[in-house]
């Protein structure tokens, strides 16, 4: 069988929503025409989608290393890396609690690669919440807002860190701003 016949196998499985089988189709498609980068990309996306990152990062990184000026790889590799690091960054924080500035790293990384990651802000927020580092926390959280507006839970963090924030301020010689009548 031919590459794109393995393709369109792959289609009709997903269309069948059987995303296992949809790779596995994929796979067959890479071992017929293993230089098509477009194979590897379809692949790495359909990993993605059923949350297999470490394979989807081996796919991307396959089609990007095939096309290396291709924006869309390169895209679509950057949010799958910012995924295992959100990734890595809950699991220290889940295992180790006691290394917060470490998973902040990992998350400062995974916002960068992609701005787009509403769990990445909110995490972020969290933690800076959690050390008392109440502008960043604002900030982060603020993000996440702007990228799930409706979002219960970051509703809610923003509204507790900036109330904290507030008055942390007060706490330190700040001064109740008069509101304007």
Not at 84 to 108: G, Q
Request: charged residues 30%; neutral net charge.
């Amino acid at each position: 069988m031919d590459g794109e016949s393995c393709i369109k196998k792959a289609y009709e499985f997903i269309l069948n929503s059987d995303f296992e089988q949809a790779i596995y189709w994929f796979e067959r498609a890479i071992e017929v025409e293993p230089h098509n980068a477009s194979y590897h990309h379809k692949c790495a996306i359909s990993c993605s989608r059923s949350g297999k990152w470490t394979k989807a990062k081996q796919y991307a990184d396959s089609a990007l290393a095939l096309e290396p000026d291709n924006a869309e790889f390169r895209f679509h590799l950057q949010t799958v890396e910012s995924k295992l690091l959100l990734t890595e960054a809950k699991l220290l924080l889940l295992n180790d609690p006691n290394k917060p500035n470490e998973a902040i790293v990992l998350l400062i990384e995974a916002t960068r690669l992609d701005p787009l990651c509403f769990e990445a802000f909110y995490t972020l927020g969290v933690v800076y919440s959690s050390l008392g580092r109440f502008d960043e926390a604002v900030a982060s959280a603020r993000e996440a807002l702007r990228l799930e507006p409706e979002h219960s839970s970051a509703r809610t963090l923003f509204a507790d860190v900036s109330r904290k924030r507030r008055l942390e301020r007060l706490g330190n010689g700040g001064t109740k701003r008069k509101r304007n009548r």
